[in-house]
Each structure stands twice: as structure tokens, then as C-alpha cells.
């Protein structure tokens, strides 16, 4: 049993893992870091669930209608506690009142991401901002069909992959299922993640005690790093000098599959579809204010009819498609680029600090570097 031949074949959703009947499949690290599903040939029993539930060799879900909206939260303490406009954290919200359940990527121990339940607000808190990494699965289809079978209304939230591999484990659609797929540039993996906080806390000499990849610390700035330290002291850098945001943004650090992503195009699997408003400010200025704006995408009735009954907690402009759609992962995949496999090369043999040297140069730019300790 093979499930895929070229590693830019599989995307590391783990529906695979989830539907085995006979838990053969288990989820191995390669060397850059990235999860890839592996069979026990002695448990397998040959029935071909796992070709046939991979997200990538069938069709995905598409879009019956779609709008497109820029969305504030009213409270500017919300937003500013979000990653982007505080959309995604309200819609969380409402189908907690609605007695339940949420998905989404949460940090756990030391910065390791993964997919939690949050059956409450609190738990819900776990689940704001970004996390550039790719989270991992888990048993987490099997655990959200099980609350959808006992009744339960269920928000999940993940990529394109993750909420396709999720659609395609599920096998059907459930009326109180909303699937909130997240734009997605691509996804580094957690063990480059792992050595970048290494680094800063051999820099900053102590533990680091939190992360947030939208601290909004810096003026006019969305996207910016913010790390804590144990010592009190705390990294905090726009994202254009950040090295780990460097060598996502350059796409040196994506997973292979995100080079020929199946999901980065207008054709949202997602009942809505949630992102960063980039360019926002060529047609609407007056909305912008470079305090986090999302970017909401409704693509059938009931992700309309949700966006619907939450639109007082909000400020909302219903924006032309062109303009939400002009950005790049609304398109097409990032290409790969060709030093991309020299970085990882470098990585794998010299190590992070490395590729710090050699990747995340900005020659006229460095004199600007912001700290604050
Ligand atoms: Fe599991 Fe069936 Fe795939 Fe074998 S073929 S790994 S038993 S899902």
C-alpha cells in the first residue's frame, strides 16, 4: 500500500491516519521536521480507506456563492488580541453560546502546535492569533465526528488540507458542521520553529515563556513577532527582519506540497474562508487602519447565514470580489524557489544560526531592526 510517491504529494493532513480501521498508519517526522504518514505493512489489512480519503487525489468541496467583506471587531481590545480583524474569535464564540464545540490550532507544551477542542470560552483563548507552522491533526476527525454524531454543533477551523481532509474523512456533510478555512501562504515545520526559539533564547539568555506572530507591538505593522522571556526581557521585531517570518515569507521554508497546494485558489472548500485584508487601502483607505483588518469570505448559504447573525459585533464593508481575490494565495501556490533546497541543506548540516547568516541578510534594511528588552 502506497500512499504517495513524491513527498510534494502528500500534505500532512492525517485523514489517512484517521481513517485507518486498524490504527496501521502512524504520522513520522522527516529531517526538515515535516509529519509524512507511515504504514505498519504487519497491521495493514489492504482495504484502501486511506488512498481513497486523501484530500489531495479527490475532488474538494467548492463554492455555491460566494462574498467577500472587510471585517473590524467594534472592540478595538479584541482586535487588538487577534491576528487580524477579530472575525474568527466571534463566530467561535456564538457556537460555544450555541452549546458547541470549536477546533483549531492551539500552542501546547514548548511551542508545539496542534488541532484542541475548546468546549469553552476559555479554552476558546488558546485558539487566537496565527501560528505560522503547520499544526498537527491528531485523532481530531475522529473526535469531531463523534460530536457531530451526538448532536453537536461543531466550528472547525484549519487549512484548505485540513478542512477538506476533515470534509473527505467525514465522508458526508453534517447540517451543524461550519468549516472556517484559514488562507494559507504555506506551512514551515515545527522543528525549524523549535530551532528558531532556540536561537533567540541562547541570545536572550533565558526560557522563552510566549510567542505570538501578532504581537501588533510594532506602528503600523500587523504582522510582527513578539517573544517573552523567563527573565522578563522580550524580542519583539516587524516581520521583513524577523529571520523565521524571513524565510517563510521568501517560501524557503514551506512543506513540499505547499509549492503545488491544491487549495490556494479562489475555490474555497471552507463554508467561510477567513484571511488578512492585504491591499485593502487602495480602494477602501478610509477602512484601513493598519490595526488588523480580516478578510471574510462567505462561499455558500450557511457560511452567509453564520457571518449573518453575528454582523452587529461587527464593522463590515462588503467589498468588491477582485480586490479580496487579487491576493496571491487566493490565486496560486508560492513557487518554490531555487535556493530553497540549498537552505535546507544548510540547515540540515550547519543549523539554524546558519541560515541566519546566510538567508536573512538585508543589507540596507538591518540598521532598522527594532528591539525591545
Ligand atoms: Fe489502514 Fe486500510 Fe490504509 Fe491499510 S489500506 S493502512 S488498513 S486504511
Request: with cysteine; glycine share 6%.
Amino acid at each position: 500500500m502506497e500512499l504517495f510517491v513524491r513527498q510534494s504529494e502528500c500534505c500532512g493532513c492525517e485523514a489517512c491516519k484517521n481513517i485507518c480501521p486498524v490504527n496501521a498508519i502512524q504520522m513520522k517526522n522527516d529531517a526538515k521536521g515535516f509529519a509524512y504518514p507511515e504504514i505498519d505493512e504487519d497491521k495493514c489489512i489492504s482495504c484502501g480507506a486511506c488512498q481513497r480519503v486523501c484530500p489531495l487525489k479527490g475532488e474538494a468541496q467548492k463554492p455555491s456563492a460566494q462574498k467577500t467583506y472587510a471585517v473590524k471587531h467594534k472592540n478595538s481590545g479584541e482586535r487588538k488580541s487577534c491576528s487580524s480583524g477579530g472575525a474568527f474569535i466571534e463566530m467561535a464564540r456564538h457556537i460555544i453560546k450555541k452549546g458547541g464545540v470549536v477546533y483549531g490550532a492551539a500552542y501546547g507544551e514548548n511551542f508545539q502546535v496542534s488541532h484542541i477542542r475548546a468546549a469553552d470560552k476559555a479554552e476558546l483563548e488558546r485558539l487566537k492569533t496565527s501560528k505560522y507552522l503547520q499544526s498537527r491533526i491528531g485523532d481530531v476527525y475522529s473526535q469531531v465526528k463523534a460530536d457531530l454524531n451526538s448532536g453537536l454543533p461543531v466550528l472547525f477551523s484549519g487549512t484548505g488540507c485540513q478542512v477538506q481532509g476533515l470534509r473527505s474523512f467525514l465522508g458526508k456533510d453534517y447540517p451543524q458542521l461550519y468549516c472556517v478555512d484559514i488562507v494559507c501562504h504555506g506551512v514551515p515545520s515545527q522543528k525549524l520553529f523549535d530551532d528558531y526559539i532556540k536561537y533567540l533564547e541562547e541570545k536572550y539568555k533565558s526560557k522563552a515563556v510566549s510567542v505570538n506572530f501578532r504581537g501588533k507591538q510594532v506602528k503600523n505593522v500587523v504582522q510582527d513577532m513578539l517573544v517573552t522571556f523567563e527573565n522578563g526581557k522580550s524580542y519583539s521585531c516587524a516581520a521583513t527582519f524577523d529571520s523565521y517570518y524571513m524565510f517563510f515569507i521568501k517560501n524557503f521554508s514551506l512543506r513540499e506540497s505547499c509549492y503545488e497546494c491544491h487549495f490556494s485558489n479562489s475555490e474555497r472548500c471552507g463554508d467561510i474562508s477567513l484571511a488578512d485584508f492585504w491591499k485593502l487601502e487602495k480602494q477602501f483607505p478610509e477602512f484601513q487602519d493598519f490595526k488588523g483588518v480580516s478578510l471574510v469570505i462567505t462561499n455558500n448559504d450557511k457560511g452567509e447565514k453564520l457571518f449573518g447573525e453575528l454582523k452587529d459585533k461587527y464593522e463590515i464593508i462588503e467589498t468588491p470580489k477582485e480586490l479580496a481575490f487579487a491576493q496571491h494565495p487566493l490565486r496560486k501556490p508560492f513557487a518554490k524557489p531555487q535556493k530553497s533546497d540549498l537552505f535546507w541543506n544548510t540547515y540540515l548540516t550547519q543549523g539554524y544560526k546558519a541560515c541566519v547568516k546566510k538567508y536573512n541578510s538585508f543589507p540596507k534594511l538591518k540598521n532598522f531592526i527594532r528591539k525591545h528588552f
